[in-house]
């Protein structure tokens, strides 16, 4: 407060907080770098292949006049750009979501005013007041806190509200989940009321801290991205090296002239460069996003679609991500037995399968509770503390209504819950509980609900008599229940009784001793325990009396239940060589006992924030090898976990819900956020939504991804044998005394025609029996590995060799009896043009599988590819037949046997690679054997 120069009673002057606003600035998040349109519109002509394309469109127009030829390769260039323009224009939007959490007017003291004003008006040194239902505008340290409750798992991770408090902390670099005198922007109170004064606003704030990670943290580039760049220098070069050398080819062999050689210069740079290549994997991995959205993952983001099929790692908030983020009772400790209390449907637990100590105990800790219990016909709903609606709930599942409790037994008294007692006592009447059997309640809004059963309230009027009894009371003068429910140790100081076998027995120091050994068990295994004690009393106690002499009854743990499907999805994750790693704000044991459920690796070892913040980089990127469960860690200790994932080489998806989950969802190279539960700013820093927020979905989305990285290199590997063979027809023309053999507009009609359809219906290729059999695809490992290398060249070479011999017999530069070597003028040109589209279809159908032959998977299992292949023949025969376009491609007719030889020579390029197949087949069976 003096740190501040603020007065707790008085809050700050009008005057010095205007001049503090002026100052530190409003309480909002700031947008610190966010490209301009234009600027990202720009940035799409940057590539070295669209630059080369360019610049081959520039000669083309300019100095050669060919205008046609330049008009088709900006075109192209065009729809690319626009293409990579629409993408990142959308990706960047999740400063907006975090500034949409500021509540919009608050409450504050100044001047010893109660004023409402914009919370981005709100200052260091202001006095604020928060009740239940308030949206936190600031970073507070609390002051006066009265039954104080907060849910803060939007930022810590931590499923259940904090208790929150004014007392000092002794020890320093707390986690954020354990400063119970803190309270923090973003964060909402669920419980009672507070004063707090502000420390800290906007950018300053810890909410505004994860925004500045958001800004400042760098996409990282999907595997397929970097080997795509990669890729294209390469091509770049070769283009370039190849232009230089066809160049002196054609000056010294045949005297070419400076027109004829620019315009075999544009040509090569044409065939070298893939250009439908960006356009074809943006198209196939939009309609894998499409496949995904169906399967319940929506896209952001197009390349996070590759990614999934290379993630070696998956880490994984718990709350809401692994866990249902909601609290829900699992076990009923009697003192004497333990009872395993289901959580699977409404009629769990029910009522008449719990005996009479059991309905005592869950009785009393619905009726000691605030939560609003609203019943459906199949579902339950609670409004209030979370723990609470688990016990409300817990009730009314075992037919314990809270409501028809509450009717036959009202409260008339009560002490809330504080920080220092750690209990809660309610007192409720007697008087009219003997006729509640009789009694019925029903809701016109909510439906009927369930009157209480008689052998209920028979079996609890003996209860409630036996514990008159006991205090020393005729039970016919015991007028009230005093029900108290609280931390276990708080509860035995103020108990001397325990509930065993329908009697109050002593409470002795074995008894304590069981109870606490029972409660520490439990606590190890990562529940949260609250302990129940009851006794009748009459109307003359005091406040100060009731909770005295209490009958212990028995222990109620709690958890945070793993989501149904979410250990079966992380042991198929596991299959496929996929690692999962949790990363939680919640407190270690409850973390352990989580990973111990999934099966998830070394559970034993779990690192803590603390541990986290004393560790070197170097020392963290050894440690991640070996740990996979971490806790009580704050937004930077993802980051530096998924970064020390990254420096080991591995492919990291993140996933998660809350909004500290959404630094370390942007630089991962995945980032997964949760539909329902998640807040809308891990939606916007994330690259995919699970819309059922079901972690299996992920698992469908792996299998989806390594598919479409699959169909990605089917078609990368056709389209470069395709202009591989382009390149080889145009670089050995010359040396057989061929002219130009393919002018650039042909070019762009083959890589446009070939490189469109066909290349898209392998997008859609089903996947393979083993995709989900086999470990990621190393994220070292080349787009182009040696085998593929070979593979192209020799396709390429087949495609080009054939494609010269038909022209070349044409021209009269090779005999051929079955060919005329007089044809007129262009025809060869165009038999070996229409040559090489036709291999270039018969090589897509061979391309669908590399194991596989194409009558194992069938001609019918990928009908796209039937259409695509037709269609493109289709629209070959028209650029040869139609008037219209034959001065446009410089075509002839052909006659029908001119046509057949073209074919027939595709077929031979089908023949070679199905018979390439056979022989891997039977290399890899020799292997095996």
């Not at 505008?137 to 409750?149: G, M, Q, V």
């Not at 009479?356 to 609670?382: G, H, I, M, N, R």
């Not at 083993?770 to 182009?784: C, F, S, T």
Request: aromatic share 4%; hydrophobic share 50%.
């Amino acid at each position: 407060m003096r740190r501040l120069d603020t007065d707790g009673k008085r809050g700050l002057a009008d005057r010095i907080a205007g001049q503090r606003l002026i100052e530190r600035g409003a309480n909002e998040l700031v947008d610190q770098g966010s490209k301009s349109p234009l600027r990202i519109l720009a940035e799409q002509f940057t590539s070295l292949m669209v630059l080369l394309l360019i610049a081959a469109a520039a000669v083309s127009g300019l100095l050669l006049r060919e205008w046609e030829d330049a008009l088709v390769i900006l075109v192209i260039v065009i729809l690319n750009a626009l293409l990579g323009f629409w993408q990142e224009f959308r990706a960047e939007k999740a400063l907006a979501a975090l500034k949409s959490l500021a509540a919009p007017r608050i409450r504050v003291l100044r001047d010893a005013r109660v004023l409402e004003i914009p919370a981005r008006e709100l200052v260091p040194g202001d006095i604020l007041l928060v009740e239940a239902g308030n949206l936190v505008p600031a970073d507070c340290r609390i002051i006066e806190a009265a039954n104080l409750k907060v849910q803060e798992a939007a930022l810590t991770g931590e499923a259940e509200a904090v208790d929150k408090d004014s007392a000092v902390l002794g020890e320093e670099d707390l986690a954020l989940g354990d400063r119970r005198n803190m309270l923090y922007m973003g964060t909402v109170v669920t419980y009672g009321r507070g004063k707090a004064v502000v420390t800290a606003t906007g950018m300053a704030s810890e909410l505004g801290k994860i925004a500045t990670l958001i800004q400042e943290t760098v996409p990282e580039k999907t595997v397929l991205q970097k080997k795509l760049a990669a890729l294209s220098i390469v091509l770049v070069f070769c283009a370039l090296g190849l232009i230089a050398l066809v160049a002196v080819e054609g000056w010294l062999l045949q005297g070419q002239s400076l027109k004829e050689l620019f315009i075999t210069a544009v040509s090569m740079a044409v065939a070298a460069i893939p250009e439908g290549l960006p356009a074809v994997v943006t198209i196939a991995l939009a309609l894998g996003a499409q496949r995904m959205l169906r399967r319940r993952a929506l896209i952001r983001k197009l390349p996070a679609v590759e990614t999934l099929g290379s993630v070696t790692v998956i880490c994984s908030d718990k709350t809401g991500t692994l866990t249902q983020n909601r609290m829900s009772v699992t076990i009923l400790d009697l003192l004497d037995e333990q009872v395993e209390f289901s959580t699977d449907s409404r009629s769990a637990g029910a009522e008449s399968d719990l005996n009479p100590a059991a309905k005592l105990l869950l009785t009393s800790a619905a009726l000691c509770s605030d939560a609003v219990l609203k019943e459906y016909s199949t579902t339950f709903e609670t409004l209030g503390d979370p723990t609470e609606g688990a016990l409300v709930t817990a009730a009314a599942r075992a037919g314990l209504s809270k409501p028809d409790l509450e009717g036959a037994l009202p409260r008339i008294g009560e002490l809330p819950f504080d920080s220092e007692r750690k209990r809660m006592t309610t007192v409720h009447s007697l008087a009219d509980w003997a006729s509640a059997g009789e009694s019925s309640a029903v809701s016109a809004e909510d439906g009927p609900r369930s009157t209480i059963p008689k052998q209920l309230v028979a079996q609890l009027l003996e209860i409630f008599s036996a514990l008159s009894r006991a205090g020393g009371i005729d039970p016919e003068n015991a007028a009230v229940a005093v029900l108290t429910k609280g931390a276990v140790d708080s509860l035995l100081e103020v108990c001397s009784s325990v509930w065993r076998n329908g009697i109050a027995e002593s409470l002795t120091e074995t008894w304590e001793r069981r109870i606490q050994g029972a409660n520490e068990s439990m606590a190890a295994r990562g529940v949260r325990v609250l302990g129940v004690a009851v006794k009748s009393a009459d109307k003359g106690q005091t406040q100060d009396q009731w909770e005295r002499d209490l009958v212990f009854v028995g222990m109620i743990g709690m958890l945070d239940p793993l989501r149904t499907e979410v250990k079966q999805a992380v042991e198929t994750c596991r299959r496929a060589g996929i690692r999962p790693v949790m990363i939680t704000g919640d407190h270690p044991l409850i973390a352990r006992n989580i990973a111990t459920q999934l099966g998830l690796h070394n559970t034993e070892r779990v690192l803590t924030g603390r541990d986290l913040g004393g560790m070197e980089r170097t020392e963290l990127a050894e440690e991640v090898e070996r740990t996979s469960v971490y806790a009580r860690v704050a937004p930077e200790h993802k980051l530096k976990i998924v970064d020390a994932f990254q420096e080991r080489g591995h492919i990291v998806a993140m996933t998660g819900d809350g909004i500290n989950d959404a630094p370390a969802l942007k630089s991962a190279d995945i980032g997964v956020a949760m539909g329902i539960t998640g807040t809308d700013v891990t939606k916007e820093a994330a690259a995919m939504v699970l819309q059922d927020d079901n972690f299996a979905t992920i698992v469908a989305a792996v299998e989806e991804g390594r598919i479409i990285f699959d169909n990605i290199l089917r078609f990368v590997r056709y389209i470069l044998a395709s202009n591989w063979a382009e390149i080889l027809v145009m670089l050995l023309a010359p040396l057989f005394g061929l002219p130009i053999p393919l002018f650039p507009v042909q070019i762009l009609w083959m890589n446009l025609v070939t490189d469109g359809l066909p290349a898209l219906a392998l997008g859609v290729e089903p996947g393979e029996k083993d995709v989900m059999g086999r470990p990621p695809r190393e994220p070292a490992r080349p787009i182009l590995s040696r085998n593929t290398g070979v593979h192209i060249l020799w396709v390429g070479l087949l495609m080009a060799a054939l494609a010269l011999w038909v022209g070349g017999s044409q021209y009269g530069v090779f005999a051929s009896r079955i060919l005329n070597t007089t044809a007129a003028a262009g025809t060869w040109r165009t038999v070996l043009f229409t040559t090489l589209v036709f291999s270039q279809l018969t090589l897509a159908l061979a391309e669908r599988s590399r194991r596989s032959s194409l009558l194992q998977i069938g001609l019918l299992s990928n009908r796209y590819m039937l259409i695509a292949v037709a269609l493109t023949f289709c629209l070959q025969l028209a650029v040869i037949y139609l008037p219209v376009v034959q001065d446009f491609f410089a075509t002839v007719p052909l006659s029908a046997i001119q046509i057949g030889v073209c074919v027939g020579l595709s077929l031979i390029v089908l023949m070679a690679v199905e018979a390439e197949k056979l022989v891997l087949r039977i290399i890899r069976k020799s292997a095996r054997s």
